[in-house]
């Protein structure tokens, strides 16, 4: 089936410590973003990429890290830095033809 | 910077119209998108207007006024499954996507 998955679909990590978020796609879309999603806000950009090795930071990048090594896969870091990093990450595609996001069905991260 | 306000909760009733209004004041505009988010889960893509006017799905329908920075989602013949978010969004001149908070809608028996 084509589609995005990220995973785990939950995560618990301990303050200070750095954890990497997955998102494999295989919709052969070039572009991918990340968002951050909290309660009663709406979603913010992370990082973005519109092709394989080179991404651009969003509106909040301090604190986090990503990389694009391949077309399928574009993991996100959340590092110690990140000062309120528990929320609901959601990845997302865009293909050529098209302006539309297509998303995954998220992880929520808690730190304790 | 990027301005989308849309209300924060809707009630209805099953059955029902519900208008879920978005303004907007943006850098650039290139189009507005509407998503249904159910809790906890993905977003997914309900319509996406990019000239004045109505636009028909089925039960929903979306409008778009350029000259206004306006917007709205209506929602007919409410059912229980609609109860989710419905978020707003502006595509940018650099194709980035600003979103509104979202509009709750709950849908009553």
């Known amino acids: 089936d084509g589609g995005i998955t990220q995973s785990p679909k939950y995560l618990f990590r301990k303050e200070g410590q750095n954890v990497t978020l997955s998102c494999e796609q295989n919709?052969?879309?070039?572009?991918m973003y990340w968002y951050r999603q909290d309660p009663g806000q709406g979603l913010r950009l992370i990082y973005y990429?519109?092709?394989?090795?080179?991404?651009q930071k969003g509106d909040i990048a301090e604190g986090y890290s990503v990389s694009r090594e391949k077309k399928e896969s574009f993991p996100l870091t959340v590092t110690s830095a990140q000062k309120n990093p528990t929320a609901f990450y959601l990845c997302?595609?865009?293909?050529?033809?098209?302006?539309?996001?297509?998303f995954g069905p998220g992880t929520r991260l808690t730190v304790l | 910077g990027q301005n989308i306000d849309q209300p924060t909760e809707m009630t209805a009733t099953e059955g029902a119209i519900v208008q879920i209004n978005c303004t907007y004041q943006?850098?650039?505009?290139?189009?507005l998108f509407w998503y249904q988010q159910h809790a906890g889960e993905a977003p997914t893509f309900l319509s996406y207007?990019?000239?004045?006017g109505l636009e028909e799905k089925g039960r929903f329908s979306s409008f778009l006024s350029r000259s206004k920075g306006y917007s709205y989602l209506l929602l007919k013949e409410l059912q229980m499954k609609d109860s989710a978010s419905y978020l707003c969004?502006?595509?940018?001149?650099?194709?980035?996507?600003?979103f509104g908070a979202g509009t709750t809608v709950t849908v009553r028996a």
């Open positions: 207007n990019v000239l004045d």
């Open positions: 919709l052969n879309h070039d572009a």
């Open positions: 990429s519109q092709i394989v090795n080179d991404f």
């Open positions: 943006t850098s650039g505009f290139n189009g």
């Open positions: 997302a595609t865009r293909g050529l033809a098209t302006y539309t996001r297509y």
């Open positions: 969004a502006v595509r940018d001149n650099d194709y980035k996507l600003s």
